[in-house]
């Protein structure tokens, strides 16, 4: 939720009692570079700090000194307070003249300093100009319900990242890795989703995309339609209760239907569980050690290769084990977060 500006950063015109002093721009640059540092800018703030540049050009100025202060406070292990960066700000914008002519220390500093603010300021023009992707993460066991600014929502599952990009007014999510469940609200410009170098265009749709090590890439549809976009073209497409692997080396793959048990347990994540259907009880173990620092060990090799179906709790290893312990005749032993399976004697 946007943070609520101060008066000196809104965009409205000035007042008729003349323009903003030097310290009024200091507060409000100050206020805008604590802001950054809170957390990224949505695209209502980005525009809000374009049109406060562009109210006045001493702002751009006190901008990129409040940037250079801040930097030079995180670069030093502190924290600056805001106060404190106002008034230092303030204070370099309104240095006595007698400092600023005549001290050659000072005209060589100024030079020094100059070619510094050249170059920040250039940074401060891309920073403004050039939108910097917003990332959402999650840790082992974590799972995250993300609201964009377009109405749709994501749910990330556990160890999980995206990064929302702003393309001239699309909306475009990069899932890098883990598991998402997309909830794409009706839009004149659909939102857009990558995965492995491959995007789709949603318009109303619910559907889940997976990007797992050493796996395809996956995207299951529960609601809706996807539009697959190559190079800027819609073509073919994946509808509801259906499921497509796309292949590493981009090789053209046709989606394949679901069942609805088969689609439950595709998203069975999303209540907190795992589904197996079939896979062996090493793989099972393995997907485990996503949700949990437990871990599952297999002692005897073949007792590794039995096949395992069933929902289970992803939070539970320990008992997901002892399940599959009374299923295939073994035991379990554990001990200092490590649980091993193995035949009985």
């Given at each position: 939720m946007p943070l609520p500006l101060p008066r000196n950063m809104r965009t409205r015109d000035?007042?008729?009692?003349?323009?903003?002093s030097s310290a009024e721009i200091?507060?409000?640059?100050?206020?805008?570079?604590?802001?950054?540092?809170r957390a990224p800018l949505d695209a209502a703030d980005q525009q809000r700090l374009r049109q406060w540049l562009a109210g006045d050009i001493r702002r751009r100025g006190a901008l990129v000194r409040a940037q250079a202060l801040w930097q030079?406070?995180?670069?030093?292990?502190n924290t600056l307070h805001r106060a404190?960066?106002?008034?230092?700000?303030?204070?370099?914008?309104?240095?006595?003249?007698?400092?600023?002519?005549?001290?050659?220390?000072?005209?060589?500093?100024?030079?020094?300093s100059g070619a510094v603010a050249a170059s920040l300021v250039l940074a401060a023009l891309l920073f403004v100009s050039v939108p910097v992707p917003t990332a959402y993460a999650t840790?082992?066991?974590?799972?995250?319900?993300v609201p964009l600014a377009d109405g749709s929502t994501l749910t990330l599952n556990t160890q999980s990242r995206v990064s929302i990009h702003d393309d001239d007014g699309r909306l475009r999510v990069e899932v890098e890795r883990g598991e998402v469940f997309f909830e794409a609200a009706a839009n004149a410009?659909?939102?857009?989703?990558?995965?492995?170098?491959?995007?789709?265009?949603?318009?109303?749709?619910?559907?889940?995309?997976?990007?797992?090590?050493?796996?395809?890439?996956?995207?299951?549809?529960?609601?809706?339609?996807?539009?697959?976009?190559?190079?800027?073209?819609?073509?073919?497409?994946?509808?509801?209760?259906?499921?497509?692997?796309?292949?590493?080396?981009?090789a053209a793959a046709a989606p394949t239907p679901l069942s609805a048990t088969d689609l439950q347990q595709e998203l069975a994540w999303r209540d907190g569980k795992i589904a197996f259907r079939g896979e062996s009880l090493a793989d099972a173990a393995h997907s485990f050690s996503r949700y949990s620092?437990?871990?599952?060990?297999?002692?005897?090799?073949?007792?590794?290769?039995?096949?395992?179906?069933?929902?289970?709790?992803?939070?539970?290893?320990?008992g997901f084990a002892r399940?599959?312990?009374?299923?295939?005749?073994?035991?379990?032993h554990q001990r200092d977060g490590v649980v091993v399976l193995s035949r009985r004697p």
């Open positions: 000035r007042p008729m009692d003349g323009p903003e200091a507060r409000a640059a100050a206020a805008w570079v604590a802001r950054m540092d030079q406070a995180h670069a030093a292990g404190h960066l106002q008034a230092a700000t303030s204070a370099t914008a309104t240095a006595p003249a007698r400092h600023r002519r005549g001290d050659g220390r000072y005209r060589a500093l100024v030079r020094w840790a082992k066991g974590e799972m995250r319900r410009t659909p939102l857009r989703v990558e995965v492995d170098g491959r995007r789709f265009d949603a318009g109303t749709a619910a559907f889940a995309v997976r990007r797992l090590a050493g796996q395809p890439a996956q995207i299951v549809v529960q609601t809706g339609w996807l539009d697959a976009v190559d190079n800027g073209v819609a073509s073919a497409g994946i509808g509801a209760n259906m499921r497509l692997s796309l292949p590493a080396e981009r620092d437990v871990r599952i060990v297999i002692a005897d090799p073949d007792l590794a290769g039995e096949p395992i179906t069933g929902l289970f709790a992803a939070s539970n290893p320990v399940a599959a312990a009374a299923v295939f005749g073994a035991q379990a």
